[in-house]
């Protein structure tokens, strides 16, 4: 048990990092589609060994019934794919799903150390950040195959870039294929690691504290990820008005941590000042085309979903039915519809959207059955940040990092609403 303990640290450590053979990748009009890349990332291999190895599961007697509804969403996610035109790329991205599955499985296992595990992501975010940093800061930043970056450049036209008028400017990527994914990972993690300041017994936890929080709220503003920013003030106000509301304050403890971390915001804020102003002013050609682009998914969503609304397009099959819908346009206008939970439904039809709000209903229902504390506080406050960003991108469903990031946070929320009773 053990080696299973150590491998998912690790899995955990690594998860920012996009490592991965790619046995094939589909073209959408004539070009690579990140969509339709069939890969195995270095990540998902080893969850799933460590999934191997863990043996028989000890998981709580209640989460029994969320499990059992989570086998569900998986067999319809199966069953749509029997159905699909598009089985190549629904397989790999079952896949995908089902490493997913494998990782919530091991993080609901309460042999499984809840700090450390929450140590482990927000440590493996170090290295990220002070890349991200770096390609805010010069303008770019090479490749590595090893590490599964691809080149970055301000001026290369597709990069995702904040338009002043003093020029173009870089968002921060850290390792991972866009700055709203990075965004995402940095959001639930600053609310993780306040869940952490329990732990401080002395300087040195306050210090080691810090340090994270400090560069992980710096990079959060370089990444200029909207949707990043509305889910941590979200969860972040949720989670203030339960305090309150159930009369729970933060320990004196905490204190240090808030503040170092509002004021690191603040100061980043004054630092990019012009380019945030710039993410919200939609008469800029750059915010007026992310404003339009994503408006007229809104209005392909419909031809996609009703081409076939009871079991979907099947499973990563968005782009390619949007495709042969409407052939003829540039491969780069073929993107998901910006809203996870859309993009299910679209991908698995009515019934595996059922199943899938079933799932994270159950989920929900047992946080809310318990007496407020500081695990249940939490549980709901890290949920609300990942609903909105739900409701602002589709990563969360179409790419192996944001099903990641679903899987670990569901798993961490899942654990912190069990109550005290035996496991099985």
């Not at 629904?90 to 929450?118: P, Q």
């Not at 300087?203 to 990079?219: E, G, Y």
């Not at 370089?222 to 949707?227: D, E, I, K, L, Q």
Request: proline letters at 4%.
């Amino acid at each position: 048990m053990k080696a299973t303990q150590y491998i998912l640290y690790i899995s955990l450590l690594l998860l920012p990092w996009q490592t991965r053979f790619i046995f094939d990748v589909l073209e959408i009009s004539g070009e690579s589609s990140e969509y339709g890349a069939l890969s195995l990332y270095a990540v998902e291999v080893l969850v799933v060994l460590a999934f191997a190895l863990r043996g028989r599961p000890m998981h709580h007697l209640a989460s029994k019934r969320i499990i059992k509804a989570l086998y569900f969403f998986l067999a319809i996610g199966f069953f749509s794919l029997t159905f699909s035109s598009f089985s190549g790329v629904g397989w790999f991205h079952l896949l995908h799903v089902f490493s997913a599955v494998m990782l919530f499985s091991l993080v609901l296992d309460e042999r499984m150390n809840l700090k450390w595990m929450i140590s482990a992501f927000a440590i493996g975010l170090i290295g990220p950040v002070l890349l991200g940093v770096y390609q805010t800061i010069q303008g770019s930043s090479g490749d590595s195959t090893l590490l599964g970056l691809a080149a970055k450049h301000v001026d290369t036209s597709g990069v995702a870039v904040v338009e002043t008028a003093s020029g173009r400017m870089l968002r921060a990527y850290g390792s991972f294929p866009h700055p709203n994914i990075f965004g995402g990972y940095l959001s639930v993690a600053l609310v993780l690691l306040a869940w952490l300041a329990r732990y401080i017994r002395h300087r040195r936890d306050l210090v080691l504290l810090c340090i994270p929080i400090i560069v992980l709220s710096a990079s959060l503003i370089m990444t200029f990820s909207r949707g990043a920013w509305l889910g941590l003030i979200a969860g972040g106000l949720f989670l203030i008005w339960q305090m309150f509301w159930n009369r729970k304050m933060p320990p004196s403890r905490a204190m240090p941590l808030i503040t170092f971390g509002l004021l690191t915001m603040l100061i980043t804020l004054g630092v990019f000042h012009n380019q945030v102003v710039a993410r919200f002013d939609t008469s800029l050609r750059v915010e007026a085309i992310s404003v339009e682009e994503r408006a007229s998914q809104y209005m392909t969503f419909n031809d996609v979903f009703f081409s076939s609304p009871i079991l979907g397009a099947g499973p990563g099959a968005y782009t390619f039915a949007l495709e042969q819908l409407d052939p003829g346009n540039p491969s780069w206008s073929y993107q998901p519809v910006h809203n996870t939970l859309l993009l299910i439904m679209a991908e698995l039809g009515i019934i595996g959207f059922f199943f899938g709000v079933r799932w994270v209903y159950l989920m929900d229902k047992q946080t809310y059955s318990l007496k407020r504390n500081a695990h249940t506080m939490f549980a709901l406050s890290v949920g609300l940040t990942l609903l909105v960003i739900a409701f602002f991108d589709h990563y969360l469903w179409s790419l192996w990092p944001g099903l990641a990031l679903s899987a670990f946070t569901l798993g961490i929320i899942s654990r912190w609403s069990l109550p005290k009773e035996e496991t099985t």
